[in-house]
């Protein structure tokens, strides 16, 4: 399909354990964010990839979190040490760009991470 | 900081009825406001916006207006269809222009029985 595709879609992992979620946004689509969405908390922003420019970090709750993004295209959010409160649903959107384009993100339909 | 608030839910109605779900926000400058839409088992989409004061935004029956004066962006749809049943989020740009991330609010149930 042509959306945003991520993967996996549900995930369940020991405490302690690292994880690793994949994103592949809609082809040529410059900027990439990753969001996460608990329940009863809305979307918190994480991280936000445009184009070469040095990624927007502000939004990673700890240095557990990382995140990389290959060749301009597919992104993997890094977890690593997991604990019981990482345990959400992580969406990745990808967006065209340009000031007309602002705002306006196309989401994947999350990879639901539970941590045990 | 930015953020935004909307009318907690969950919020039940039946077909046809009138829908609003209130939004306001807090910015500094001048944000571009959004409705994001979250049907169950679908990613979130975008269902309206407005980039300036006074803007309305209108998509499948919805409509939300800009209101600089007031700080609201609220949701309204005058005869709501039991496929409306969804989770409904606001949200601003606060880089406008840019591609800033998005601030959301916590986000809306909406329930539409026959």
């Known amino acids: 399909g042509a959306g945003v595709s991520q993967s996996p879609s549900n995930k369940v992992t020991e405490k302690g354990k690292d994880v690793e979620l994949r994103c592949d946004p809609i082809?040529?689509?410059?900027?990439l964010y990753w969001y996460r969405q608990s329940l009863g908390q809305g979307l918190e922003f994480l991280i936000y990839?445009?184009?070469?420019?040095?990624?927007?970090k502000s939004g990673l709750p700890s240095d557990r979190f990382s995140a990389e993004r290959t060749g301009g295209s597919v992104s993997t959010l890094t977890i690593q040490r997991t604990q019981q409160e990482d345990s959400a649903v992580y969406l990745c959107?990808?967006?065209?760009?340009?000031?007309?384009?602002?705002?306006?993100?196309?989401f994947g339909e999350g990879s639901r991470l539970t941590v045990l | 900081g930015n953020s935004v608030t909307q009318m907690e839910g969950p919020v039940t109605l039946s077909e046809e009825a009138f829908l609003t779900i209130n939004c306001t926000y807090t910015?500094?400058?001048?944000?571009?406001l959004f409705w994001y839409v979250q049907y169950p088992g679908e990613g979130l989409q975008l269902l309206l916006k407005?980039?300036?004061?006074?803007d309305k935004g209108s998509n499948k029956g919805f409509e939300a207006t800009y209101r600089k004066e007031t700080t609201s962006f609220h949701l309204e749809k005058g005869s709501v269809q039991v496929s409306d049943s969804a989770v409904y989020f606001c949200a601003l740009s606060d880089r406008g222009g840019s591609q800033g991330n998005l601030i959301f609010g916590k986000g809306t149930k909406l329930s539409v029985k026959p």
């Open positions: 910015a500094t400058g001048y944000p571009s």
């Open positions: 990839f445009q184009g070469n420019s040095a990624p927007d």
């Open positions: 082809s040529g689509h410059t900027a």
């Open positions: 959107a990808s967006s065209l760009g340009g000031q007309g384009r602002a705002g306006e993100l196309f």
């Open positions: 407005a980039t300036k004061a006074d």
